[in-house]
């Protein structure tokens, strides 16, 4: 099936186009999601940070 170069320039057109809806809605939807992610960790409490514990690592065994 042969395509005029109208309908070839019709169609890369409209696979551009499709691509680009595509990519704004993955971003639209990253943004979302980074935002539920930081409001999820500002709900975490903050651990305790004794002093002296967890602050040096003795790696002479």
């Known amino acids: 099936m ?4 109208a309908e070839l320039s019709t169609a890369q057109k409209a ?3 499709g691509s680009a809806v595509g ?3 993955l971003k639209k939807a990253q943004q ?4 539920a992610a930081l409001a ?4 975490l409490p903050q651990a ?5 514990i967890g602050g040096t690592v003795d790696i002479s065994a």
């Open 2 to 5: 042969e395509m005029s170069i």
């Open 32 to 35: 979302a999601t980074e935002g």
């Open 15 to 17: 696979a551009e186009t």
């Open 48 to 52: 305790p940070s004794p002093s002296g």
């Open 23 to 25: 990519i704004a809605v």
């Open 40 to 43: 999820l960790l500002q709900t």
